[in-house]
């Protein structure tokens, strides 16, 4: 077993969430060679040719990988770990239930834009997750994509975003709570959290009507110009926001995740041209995290 491979443990827990042999073509390569494979390049940032041999051909590994971001296959997969490691409901309901929100900014490598992009011709359907855009914005960087990431206690990822780099925070929140979705062991999935806490980026008239009208306690800080203009508008700019100081010191643990997930290379710098093949990039890097939580 090479460095960064499968344990036998965690290899037993991934297993049964693979898609079967045989689904297309002759026999598939073994699915832990192939996985490991992935694993290594989502890790070291290394082109596909670069694969060391022991991983098998390349191209299967880099077309395995493709059609698995394509098809929803690693979505499932995630899902699936998520309903496998989560800690049932207990005395310990609270701190296990908050959700926090934060940014992740990628540097994706230099390529087309978006504009020559979208000239192309199409050869063949797209994905669910495919984005004309491909996820790629003009900011102060140059071509840049963010990753709006939602974490639970434990540094393990719930759900994320891929937007442009030059898009907002704050109209990105609603989004990523809705795709939450954690598969249950009995009853409806879980996609309402106890308790959520956020920076003042994602402080909006907006999302804390969404939050109340679901009734999720949050704890999220008021910029300085809310606050004064509030208060300028007397009792017609509504009650003052609830904030704990204590319950939002916890919000290092989504700073604590991003980190984790930045060291995976191909995550932390993007080399994925396509936006749903630099989505499957992530979700197998937040795979391995439930898998090693």
């Given amino acids: 077993m090479g460095r960064g491979d499968l344990t036998n443990a ?21 699915h832990r060679r192939v996985v490991n494979g992935i694993l290594f390049r989502v890790r070291a940032g290394v082109p596909w040719r670069d694969l060391p ?21 690693w979505d499932r997969i995630l899902r699936a770990g998520q309903a496998g490691r989560r800690r049932p409901h207990g ?3 609270v701190e296990h239930g908050q959700r926090r929100l934060d940014i992740m900014p990628c540097t994706p490598a230099r390529g087309r834009s978006p504009e020559e992009e979208a000239a192309r011709p199409e050869k063949r359907t797209m994905p669910r997750h495919h984005r004309p855009d491909e996820g790629l914005g003009r900011s102060r960087g ?74 999720i306690k949050h704890t999220i800080p008021e910029p300085r110009d809310q606050r004064a203009n509030r208060k ?6 509504g009650r003052p926001t609830g904030f704990t100081s204590e319950i939002y ?45």
């Fill in 10 to 30: 965690e290899w037993v827990r991934l297993e049964p969430h693979l898609p079967a042999f045989g689904q297309r073509g002759g026999r598939w390569n073994d």
């Fill in 53 to 73: 041999e022991r991983f098998g051909s390349r191209k299967t590994v880099c077309e395995r990988h493709r059609r698995w971001s394509a098809d929803d296959t």
């Fill in 91 to 93: 005395p310990d309901r």
């Fill in 142 to 215: 140059g071509l840049t994509s963010k990753i709006h990431l939602a974490g639970e206690g434990g540094c393990r990822p719930l759900a994320f975003l891929l937007t442009p780099g030059q898009w907002g925070d704050a109209p990105q929140m609603i989004e990523v709570l809705e795709r939450i979705t954690v598969p249950p062991q009995g009853g409806r999935p879980c996609t309402r959290p106890d308790h959520l806490g956020g920076d003042k980026a994602y402080s909006s008239r907006r999302n804390r009507r969404y939050l109340r009208r679901r009734q």
């Fill in 232 to 237: 300028r508008r007397g009792s017609k700019g």
């Fill in 249 to 293: 010191k916890r919000r290092n643990e989504v700073e604590r995740t991003i980190n984790r997930l930045k060291n995976s290379r191909a995550v932390a710098t993007r080399y994925d041209k396509r936006a749903h093949v630099f989505h499957g990039t992530v979700t197998a890097a937040a795979v391995r995290l439930w898998l090693q939580s």
